[in-house]
């Protein structure tokens, strides 16, 4: 029996990159997967049916289920279209996997109001509007009787965990959708709901064509070897946080690439700063002094994305 067997899950943005790879595996899995892609440029804009269309050929060539739909999840009526998609055609839905992506990246003083919001609205918009259409279902049938074990896997990205110059629009939607994913648990496992998330670390066109920075960091295989920046790293996880194994995966945000998965963990006191003696108001300056004297211990040494890729 494969890990998904029985299993329908809905994989936004499946066309290409992370996200195909998702589906050909969770496919492989036994899953019935709705392949959603608009098949736009990197930079939100255009519309192709032909990436989804391709995958979706691809998992039935190897024997698999699958349908393609092609709306788009920054609109609340079509995303709850594409979960009733799954419905209609599979009878039932358990998986989300919100993998939908563009990037448009500016510094902060040269980003404009539309580059900000294009970018919110597919990833943070559209997670909230597959989110929220899949938990009302979810309560809905766990009401009725019916257990789905829901699944819910948002995309967040180190640019949103640790913070990538040029990315304020990107990045503060994806620390969005890790958060997301912790309080959609919270609220949904008495669901019998998992909400989780993963930091992908990938050579995709998001990689190449849209980060040329990035892009240098990524070599390609030397003959023979596999690649260590295939999305294809990525997808294993996504199938088994998927899966009814990962029951007791709560809230929980990886990153996953290059062969490895990280266990990250969010906001925590590093440090603390009290006064001696009883309550009073601080004196700005005293403050400032007692701040400084505690960023000196180091304590606030942060990870940085080039040491990620780096694999160190
Ligand atoms: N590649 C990486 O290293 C990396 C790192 C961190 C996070 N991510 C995230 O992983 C996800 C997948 O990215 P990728 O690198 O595979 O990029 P990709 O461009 O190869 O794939 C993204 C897909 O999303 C589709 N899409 C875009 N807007 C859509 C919309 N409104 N509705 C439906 N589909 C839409 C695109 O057509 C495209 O096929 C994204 O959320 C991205 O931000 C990627």
Redesign the pocket.
């Known amino acids: 029996m494969a890990l998904l067997d029985g299993k329908v899950a809905v994989i ?9 790879e998702e589906a050909l595996l969770m496919a492989k899995q036994g899953a019935k997967v709705v392949v ?5 440029h ?1 930079d ?1 804009t255009g519309e192709s049916r032909s ?1 989804a269309e391709e995958v979706v050929k691809e998992i039935r060539a190897a024997g698999g289920e699958a349908v393609a739909n092609f ?4 609109d609340f009526k079509a995303a709850k279209r594409i979960i009733e998609c799954a419905i209609d055609n599979f009878g039932k839905l358990n998986i989300v996997v ?6 448009r990246d500016r510094m902060i003083f040269n980003m404009t109001e539309d580059d900000f919001n294009a970018v919110l ?3 943070l918009r ?1 997670t909230f509007n597959m989110a929220r259409h899949a938990c009302n279902y979810w309560r809905e049938q766990h009401k009725a009787g019916n257990l789905l074990n829901g699944r819910l896997i948002n ?5 949103g965990l640790l913070g990538n110059a040029g990315q304020s629009n ?1 990045g503060t939607a ?1 620390a969005a959708v890790a958060t997301m994913a912790i309080i959609i648990d919270r609220e949904m496992s008495r669901y019998g709901v998992c909400a989780n998330a993963i ?9 190449i064509d ?1 980060t040329p920075q ?1 892009a240098a960091t990524m070599p390609p295989p030397k003959p023979g070897e596999i690649d260590r920046f295939s ?1 294809a790293h990525v997808a294993p996880l996504v199938a088994w946080l998927s899966s009814d194994d990962a029951k007791d995966v709560h809230g929980e945000v990886f990153r996953v ?1 290059l062969g490895m998965v990280w266990l990250m963990r969010g906001w925590h006191t590093a440090a603390k700063i009290t006064q001696p003696g009883p309550l009073k108001f601080w004196d700005p300056v005293e403050l400032g002094m007692r701040v400084k004297e505690e960023l000196a211990k180091g304590l606030t040494k942060k990870e940085s994305l080039s040491e990620v890729l780096s694999g160190n």
Request: charged residues 20%.
């Open positions: 936004t943005g499946a066309g290409r990159g992370i996200g195909r959603n892609d608009l098949g736009g990197f939100g990436p709306e788009s999840v920054t919100n993998n939908a992506g563009i990037l609205d597919v990833h559209g995309t967040s990205s180190d640019s990107y994806k930091a992908p670390v990938a050579r995709t066109r998001l990689t849209a990035t999305p690439g």
